[in-house]
């Protein structure tokens, strides 16, 4: 039944976007005129009648100079089409998956009150339950030094920058498990610490996501390089369950940036 869902939500995630250009083109045309047009092939080039009024229900052929109104309310009648078939689409879908959620097995552990589900035994660990211990392991993260700089997240914990601070707080407005400095082990007892460790909870995997905040210093910049690679050898791949951004002096962080990162860490879990 999951992988039904992850196909059910890929082809949702399609239907939108499709929906969305749809729209978005129809809106830009502005005032195209609302007539028909007949496309006719002669000697495999388009030709262009439009319907005219008088004499009525007769089409005329339009010269060169007026085919490119012609062709906006052909590509409007096209667009239309898509917009309703799409549309239509994506209602049917959205209710398939509501209607697998809403009877999905799992709903047997949840509506059996908080009291029962503390003593039963599932079948399979649900996501919640997996997310839920995932979070409560205890690690011993990198430790501070004293001239560093004080910085809270939301939740609580001790951040190295400002940057790191409005990824952190954005990852718990999202709901999304994650763990600061979590120790890596690269080799027996040599750790490094991405700075957020992320839970993809459906696929029961990890992502890595590393801020480097320091790139126009050479230094920084060659050791983040060599901790790119380390990653790479660990089986970690770019836009996959690994993710970065950046920033130097003259190029602050965006946080748009980030938004990007946390659509695709989402949409992992579906695909």
Do not use: C
């Not at 951040?159 to 498990?177: G, M, P, Q, T, Y």
């Not at 003259?250 to 989402?266: E, Q, T, V, Y």
């Amino acid at each position: 039944m999951k992988s039904l869902l992850r196909e059910l939500y890929k082809e949702k995630e399609k239907l939108e976007k499709i929906v969305t250009k749809a729209e978005r083109f129809l809106q830009s045309l502005g005032n195209v005129e609302d007539e028909l047009v007949s496309v006719h092939l002669r000697k495999n080039t388009p030709q262009f009648y439009i319907k005219s009024k008088n004499p009525p229900n007769k089409y005329k052929y339009l010269p060169a100079k007026e085919k490119k109104n012609a062709i906006a309310i052909v590509q409007r009648e096209y667009y239309e089409r898509v917009y309703k078939l799409a549309s239509a689409e994506l209602k049917q879908i959205n209710r398939i998956i509501k209607t697998i959620n809403d009877s999905s097995w799992e709903k047997a552990y949840e509506v059996i009150g908080k009291g029962k589900r503390m003593v039963v035994d599932p079948i399979i660990e649900t996501n919640e339950q997996y997310k839920a211990k995932w979070l409560e392991e205890e690690f011993v993260g990198k430790p501070f030094r004293e001239e560093d700089t004080e910085i809270y997240s939301d939740r609580g914990e001790r951040v190295r920058s400002k940057s790191e601070k409005i990824i952190a707080d954005k990852l718990f407005r999202e709901n999304i498990a994650y763990k600061y400095e979590y120790p890596l082990e690269i080799a027996p007892m040599r750790f490094v610490y991405p700075d957020f460790t992320i839970l993809d909870e459906e696929n029961r995997k990890t992502i890595i996501y590393e801020h480097f905040g320091l790139m126009d210093n050479p230094e920084y910049a060659n050791n983040a390089a060599g901790k790119i690679q380390t990653y790479a050898n660990l089986g970690f791949v770019l836009g996959d369950n690994f993710f970065m951004t950046m920033e130097t002096s003259d190029k602050p962080f965006d946080s748009r940036m980030l938004d990007g990162i946390i659509m695709r860490i989402k949409a992992s879990s579906y695909s």
